[in-house]
């Protein structure tokens, strides 16, 4: 069986660790790098990663350069969250027929904020005979495919409501800093409010649910408050005094006909007790799930990114949701 | 949009739970039923289900009957636990082009002790345009397909250890008996030994779930013990007394070159304390799941089997496995 041929746009922290894993699996040959850094063009990717093992692969600055040395079967794309962003690189892919695997959080359902690029998308996948889906932690599994898969043993559905609980303190500098660590309140909710600040696709989380549920959703409300220190808190990236943000509390609630159906509760903060994933179903047979602990952030996401690979392989070619593959598993 | 005509084969208790819920959706019209009973032959299922709404569908004697006045898109199928018994049964469904959805608890994975029948079926579905897939809710999900999803965001995988506990109070009566109730424990064993008892399926979770993660397993060990009464026992079906039989406690090891790497353990019994379903992860990150309560099985079975069919008409011809389809979810 020959191996598949992967490599990664994107060399900052998740595409970095994301390399590394796929580098560790016996189905993966990694072929190169893309990357707009200066200072990384050029450079093995075993210099980059600190991985030995990735022999014979360069950082290229764009997918022509490259190309000109390897066709890659599929790309690790790990750049931008907005599917307008994105759109520019990964058109040039799909229709050279490599295959995309992207952690871009609006990708998850792209249909709800850009369903004209979401439509591009899928003909330039179809066009190209290559396939694309965005996937992760999160968006990508404990606020949408986890839940959904649950709903498949109910009889009857009333209502979903997932709250996910992490503690910042224990993840990257860049998302401590994307909460709004060190800001006061106010500063955070008016750059929440300019899309500046918070957490990007559970929106689309809540959209994917709705759509694989059948529910035509008449409102999709989004609110984001500041977590407020009660004390100071000081982690390897940020110092945070009492009274400053020192986190988020995101919310989406999604009403069918004026009734609550979804309800996504995300906290993220230093220093938070007990983090944990929940999803309660209001249904027959009526369903309790707890991650006690929660599911880690940046490793998980990076091993959803790489799991999929064999799955998304199998699939017909066009844009994707995580919800028309397989389900997801270990590869 | 054209709806999905259903037959029922086999009408016991899940068969006629199958059959009124498939009846509730939209997209479904109820074709007919197949039973040997003659009770039941030649009456209508309305009367039969007391579901006034599922109209123009009687009870056939065989398929044969059944195809003269109708051909059902899809059969649900829910008479035997063993492929060596469903295999005539679906067979010629297949050949004829109908798709099965079957809760024939080996048939989650039967290459696992029918591999030969499992090519035949494979062969059969394919020769006549049609897809067979086994489901419920255990096998089927709680200890396969939900942790074989829970694995999709893991970076490293050592073991994965499962656990439910059913109280079988709240279960149907022939539950209630096939676990055992009333008998001496030393009956039960014996009964267990002899294939005579006891929950069908858990090797079949554990093949799945190997099958999925790559593991070659050297080892399945099954064992099965009784669950002893501490004190008397009176359901609306059984009555136990103190030192019985109440219920049993079933485990698979599976192991791969010599080491442990796959746990299920299941406890069925009367008055069980604190029912619930739960999933550790040996991995990176270490994943803990519970579902409180547990996923209660009559209901939930039920509802596997009629949420999988649109999923189902998506895939291609062929034995199926519950992991070859899309992400499960209410439909």
Redesign the interface.
Known sequence: MSKIKIAQFGLGPIGLETLK?AATKPWVDIVGGIDIDPAKIGRPLSEITGDPGIRNAWVFRSLDDLLVRVKPDVIFHTTVSQVSAAYPQLEPMLRRGINVVSSCEELLFPQLREPDLAVKLDKAGKDGGARLVGTG?NPG?VMD??P????????Q?TAVHLQRVVNATTRRGSLQKKIGSGLTPAEFEARFQAGHAGHAGLRESAALLAH???WKLDELLETGKAMVARRAIRTRFVEVRKGQCCGLHQTVVGKVDGQTRLTLDLKMYLDAPNPHDACQLE???????????G??GD??????L???VPRLLRAAPGLLL??????????
Chains 1, 2 share one sequence.
């Open positions: 894993l932690v599994f495919v986890l959904i898969c649950l709903t498949g043993v109910c009889r559905l694989c549920l059948g249904s027959d047979p009526p369903l309790n799930l707890v991650i006690n602990g599911v880690a490793a998980a996401t990076v091993a959803a790489v799991n999929v995580m919800t028309d593959l397989a389900v997801p598993s270990y590869a």
